[in-house]
Structures are given as C-alpha cells and as structure tokens.
C-alpha cells in the first residue's frame, strides 16, 4: 500500500528560528501533496497544496511567506515554518496520493510532526 | 468554516454497545472518506464511498452515503475498545487530486 513518510516526528525550536518538516511518498509518486494543521482535540484544517514543479496554493488566511512550501520532486514536499513563534506550535499532517489514481480511493497520511516553539 | 459537521463530537459508551456517528453538510460531495486518527498519529483511511444510497461494511463498521451526496454515517457494532480513536468524515467534490474538506471530528471512547 501507499506510504506517506513525515520527518521530524517532533521538534522543540527557539522563537524566531526556522523548521523545516519533509513528507516523502515512499512508494509511489505524487503531483500533488497537502499540508494540514491540528490543535489539540480539534479537526484538520488545510493549509496548502503542493504541487510538483509549481507554486503551493494557499488557504485563505494562510501566510504564504511563513509556510514556505517547496514540492521540487514527485516525491517529496517541504514545509518550512518561518521566524517561527510560540502560536505556530501545533501538529502538522501530509497527505498525499498516487498520481492518476481517482477519486475512489483516498488519501494517505504521514503520521504528522508536533512542533513546539519556545 | 467547517462545511461538515459530525455529531456527536464526543461518545463515550461500554464495550459491546451500539453507536452511530453523523457526518452532515449542505453542501454536495463527490465522494466521502472515514478516518481514524490516533493520537500523534495521523488518519489512517477507513473506506471511502461515492455513490449516493452506498452503503460499505467493514467487519464491525457500516459507512452510509446519504441519497443526495450530502451526509453520511458511520455505525459500529459490539464496540471495542481497539475502535477509540478520532473519527473524521471528509469530503471531496471532484474525481482528481482534489482537496479535502473534513468535518468537525468525533471523539470515541470505549470502556472496557
């Protein structure tokens, strides 16, 4: 089955410092990536998509130039927090599918990385 | 905004009972996922159902698409506790690598 690999699982930065986290479809290529948030006891909510070889598309109310979003391979996608801060701490999800396959089958999920800003 | 909202958004009830979880919306999907999330996990896929009126059985869990595409239902049979967990609906409108909408969650107990 498809696998969706996420790095760091977690990681603890300094106020203003920079993170990047990479999700990697082990098995299988994808055009297209997303990127969600989760606070605590709370849903998903999306931030971006990636796509291979062009600009991310962005959420409303999403800061572009904080969450940079680097897609540069079929299998791998960035998210970079920027001047990260104590409010960007959350749990962080990739999800992605292989390409061509349809709207029948759903999405496969990295197993998310915590950051915590301090 | 939140375009599916699940009910009840927590449940906490005892091994081998009955439940049901709601996913509603206004708007029409194209098709409609079922995860489970662990925590520190994220969702694992539980089925994913398309057409309106469909109904999918996975061993103890019957997922339901509603006949206009607009909500579904997650119902459990002789609940485990290896079914808590966090329960998400999320819709889709299109066939290609369109983006999710998912709905508000529902967290699931189940006493031993």
Redesign the interface.
């Known amino acids: 089955g498809a696998v969706v690999s996420q790095h760091p699982s977690w990681v603890i930065c300094k106020s203003g410092t920079s993170v990047k986290i990479e999700c990697r479809s082990l098995d299988f290529q994808a055009t297209t990536m997303f990127w969600y948030r989760q606070f605590p006891k709370q849903s998903l909510m999306l931030m971006a998509t990636s796509n291979e070889g062009s600009k991310a598309t962005y959420e409303q109310g999403v800061e572009k130039d904080k969450f940079l979003i680097n897609h540069a391979s079929l299998t791998l996608s960035t998210l970079t927090v920027t001047s990260a801060h104590p409010e960007d701490s959350s749990f962080y999800i990739c999800s992605a599918r292989p390409s061509g396959q349809g709207g029948t089958y759903g999405y496969t999920f990295g197993s998310g990385t915590r950051l915590t800003v301090v | 905004t ?1 375009l599916l909202e699940q009910s009840p958004q927590f449940l906490s009830i005892q091994e081998g009972e009955n439940l049901t979880v709601y996913c509603n919306s206004s708007s029409v999907f ?2 409609l ?1 079922w ?1 489970r999330q662990e925590p ?6 539980l ?2 159902v ?1 057409t309106g009126g469909e109904v999918k059985k996975l061993k103890r869990l019957t997922f339901q698409f509603g006949d206009a595409r607009k909500d579904s239902s997650l119902h459990i049979t002789a609940a485990q506790p290896g079914d808590t967990g966090l329960y ?1 609906c999320a819709g ?1 409108r ?12 529902t ?1 699931l107990t189940i006493i031993p």
């Open positions: 939140q194209s098709s996922q995860y520190g996990e994220g969702p694992v896929l089925v994913t398309v998400l889709a299109g066939f290609g690598n369109e983006k999710l909408t998912f709905g508000t969650g967290r």
